[in-house]
């Protein structure tokens, strides 16, 4: 079992820069692929981001390509979300998620490839 707890939510300007951090417990967290997902109101949840299990590998959503940079610290058992240039429609609450598969078809784009969730950070932009 893993227990994820997310922070550094907020509100920022058109433009601005946040950095969401994502702490695990549990020793078994380098074992997890790690994900991050948002929901705006009214809409369904939407993959961002996933990073492979050293950390070495990458796959980012079209929409923040190029404005997120997703890493880990498997000695911290944490993931980071940097988010740059951040526009209003990024607005949602943000949501990591760890999955324990060796592999996906969807490139863990897809929320049913993970197994435990955090609670979710707030991010607001503002125009």
């Known amino acids: 079992q893993v227990q994820l707890v997310e922070s550094g939510g907020g509100l920022v300007q058109a433009g601005g820069s946040l950095r969401l951090s994502c702490a695990a417990s549990?020793?078994?967290?380098?074992?997890?692929?790690m994900g991050w997902f948002r929901q705006a109101p009214g809409k369904e949840r939407e993959f961002v981001s996933t990073?492979?299990?050293?950390?070495?590998?990458?796959y980012d959503a079209n929409s923040v390509k190029g404005r997120f940079t997703t890493s880990r610290d498997n000695a911290k058992n944490t993931v980071y979300l940097q988010m740059n240039s951040l526009k209003p429609e990024y607005t949602a609450v943000y949501y990591c998620?760890?999955?324990?598969?060796?592999?996906?078809?969807?490139?863990?784009?897809?929320?049913?490839?993970?197994?435990?969730w955090g609670q979710g950070t707030q991010v607001t932009v503002s125009s």
């Open positions: 998620a760890a999955s324990r598969l060796t592999i996906s078809s969807s490139n863990y784009s897809h929320a049913t490839d993970y197994d435990y």
């Open positions: 549990g020793r078994t967290f380098s074992s997890y692929v």
């Open positions: 990073i492979s299990l050293n950390g070495g590998r990458t």
